[in-house]
């Protein structure tokens, strides 16, 4: 047998060549010490008492080894009980680590070489890196920055073509903070009927809202492939507790699998932990949480408009508003000095072309720390 020739060097596999860190990822990383963060979105409130207190005793008292693939059964009856109208059994929902791992092995499991994704633009960078990594090809829908980042059924429809296998909708959005409205989900399930297409629903930020609970996706449309967790809601973002549940036992059976593969289960701490999400407590603590926010989305809109005479979108929900700052030049430029006089910000154009001339901003601060970070923008762009 003749040995492989050793090759001069080394050639990443296609569906990774080109893929970076987020503009988003690459901005915070760059952060001069006391920066304020008016960029990632990452709740600012602590993980609640109740649950730390849970987690602790956890990882004192009981054995914490391997739970099932898809995770704790008890903790898959609780979240298939979030979606009555699906009637889901255990088998139909796969607790992972994070929704991000969710979203990505939904893609694994759904889109084949060369199959088309609708993702709208703007959107979390997120979904155009996992399409690739499948060896798929995004194929943008634009949310119009002249209407607000509205949805726009028309714009969608004009998308689908045959190669097109999944689309992605996120309510609340990121970056815009918009909610899909229930015409928009029927637009959307009338405009898939009959296609075979699947819907990728991403609803990490539906339990905070700030005027009527967002529906789901899947409560129109059947071959919906709900992507969820406690991140955002219950601040765990460092727990790494997400889920994805579906009817489709196909798809559901590859996101196990990879799943299986690639993280074999999510912590135990964590499910055992997490089991507590449902509670009276964890139902308080998302009411707080979205009291607050609501309140700090309000007051850094105001801020803008009342220091800088600059306009922000009125957010619906998640804690994100997307600041026009097109009459003062180029997104990129403005975050680059916004980022050197200690205030993180995310360039629009990192979500999408829709998006460039804005600023992603996160209210995840305290007012205090809202209003010195914008006399830092002031002072950065003056």
Not at 87 to 109: I, K, N, P, W
């Amino acid at each position: 047998m003749m040995p492989v020739k050793e090759t001069s060097g080394f050639e990443l596999p296609r569906r990774l060549q080109g893929l970076q860190p987020t503009l988003i990822r690459q901005f915070f990383e760059r952060a001069l010490p006391d920066s304020i963060n008016f960029g990632l979105g990452e709740p600012d409130l602590p993980t609640p008492d109740f649950l730390r207190a849970e987690a602790a005793r956890i990882a004192l008292e009981e054995q914490n080894g391997y739970t099932s693939h898809p995770g704790l059964p008890a903790l898959r009856k609780l979240i298939a009980e979030q979606y009555p109208h699906l009637d889901l059994g255990l088998s139909d929902v796969v607790v992972t680590c994070g929704s991000q791992e969710a979203m990505t092995a939904a893609f694994l499991s759904i889109v084949d070489e060369g199959d088309e994704v609708l993702i709208p633009n703007p959107s979390f960078p997120a979904y155009d890196a996992c399409v690739r990594i499948a060896q798929g090809k995004p194929n943008y829908y634009r949310l119009p920055a002249e209407k607000g980042f509205a949805f726009d059924i028309d714009e969608f429809k004009s998308k689908i073509t045959p190669k097109t296998k999944a689309a992605v909708v996120i309510s609340p959005s990121n970056p815009t903070g918009k909610i899909l409205t229930p015409d928009d989900l029927k637009n959307i399930a009338a405009a898939l009927k009959g296609t075979g297409i699947f819907l990728i629903s991403d609803e990490i930020y539906s339990d905070l809202y700030f005027a009527e609970r967002p529906h789901s996706a899947s409560e129109y449309y059947d071959k919906t492939v709900i992507i969820s967790g406690l991140s955002k809601s219950l601040s765990m973002t460092g727990w790494r507790l997400g889920w994805a549940a579906s009817k489709h036992a196909d798809v559901m059976r590859g996101i196990q699998v990879l799943h299986g593969f690639i993280t074999v289960c999510t912590s135990a701490i964590t499910q055992k932990a997490a089991l507590l999400g449902w509670t009276a407590e964890a139902e308080a603590f998302k009411q707080h949480a979205r009291d607050i926010y609501k309140k700090r989305g309000d007051f850094l809109v105001g801020l803008f408009k009342s220091e800088m005479g600059l306009t922000a979108t009125s957010p619906e929900g998640a804690f994100y508003s997307m600041l026009d700052v097109r009459e003062l030049g180029d997104d990129i430029e403005i975050a680059e000095k916004c980022l050197q006089n200690k205030l993180i910000t995310v360039p629009g154009i990192a979500f999408g072309d829709e998006a460039k001339g804005f600023l992603r901003v996160s209210f995840c601060n305290t007012e205090e720390k809202m209003i010195e970070g914008v006399r830092r923008m002031k002072e950065a762009l003056n």
